[in-house]
């Protein structure tokens, strides 16, 4: 009896000593967790503050202002922009905008996005189908200047827009695809 007693009490101990590393062990992990957590919403903090920044100043390029709110608990996200002309007062959403100024404004919308992410390539396809020639150029411009501070990055702009205007440099390769239309009739005459 004396000896299986020793036996359990031994065996207890060294459970009661696992359990207590088993508990130090899950403190830390708690602490480590909850460091992990205040750091990841200060970095969504810092981003959406860049992000903001970013925004308004590529709005600024068409002497428009606007905002963006990002709830991060409901995980939404408005934009405001008020074009130019417009009463201080009177801040427009998104669907109040025109279909060039609403273009525009997701334009820079995406730029922000791009100035605060890491990723090797960056593409558009055909974001300036509603804008007039004005804004059309601005966010060229704006696309042309990106693309040359960020010379490791890959950008594809698809548009099924005029691009003979655009600077020629060594950086930049255009790619011009035949009309379909063209390129259709001329199928249809081979065949006849």
């Known amino acids: 009896?004396?000896?299986?007693?020793?036996?359990?009490?031994?065996?207890?101990?060294?459970?009661?000593?696992?359990?207590?590393?088993?508990?130090?062990?899950?403190?830390?992990l708690k602490n480590i967790m909850s460091d992990r957590q205040n750091r990841y919403k200060i970095m969504r903090r810092s981003l959406s503050v860049r992000c903001k920044l970013y925004f308004n100043n590529f709005l600024i390029k068409m002497n428009c202002c606007g905002s963006m709110i990002f709830d991060h608990n409901n995980e939404t996200l408005s934009i405001t922009v008020k074009p130019p002309g417009?009463?201080?007062?009177?801040?427009?959403?998104?669907?109040?905008?025109?279909?060039?100024?609403?273009?525009?404004?997701?334009?820079?919308?995406?730029?922000?996005?791009?100035?605060i992410t890491e990723s090797p390539f960056r593409c558009l396809d055909e974001f300036d189908v509603y804008m007039d020639m004005h804004n059309r150029?601005?966010?060229?411009?704006?696309?042309?200047?990106?693309?040359?501070?960020q010379q490791l990055?890959?950008?594809?702009?698809?548009?099924?827009?005029?691009?003979?205007n655009l600077p020629k440099t060594d950086l930049i390769k255009y790619h011009q695809?035949?009309?379909?239309?063209?390129?259709?009739s001329r199928t249809r005459d081979e065949d006849e």
């Open 153 to 164: 990055r890959q950008f594809i702009f698809i548009t099924p827009l005029n691009t003979s």
């Open 177 to 184: 695809l035949p009309n379909p239309e063209a390129e259709d």
């Open 86 to 115: 417009q009463h201080k007062d009177g801040a427009n959403d998104m669907r109040s905008l025109s279909g060039g100024e609403r273009s525009f404004s997701t334009v820079c919308f995406m730029l922000s996005l791009w100035e």
């Open 137 to 149: 150029r601005i966010c060229l411009d704006l696309l042309l200047e990106l693309s040359q501070r």
């Open 1 to 28: 009896v004396v000896r299986e007693y020793a036996e359990a009490l031994s065996l207890y101990k060294e459970k009661t000593n696992q359990v207590r590393d088993l508990r130090k062990f899950i403190d830390r």
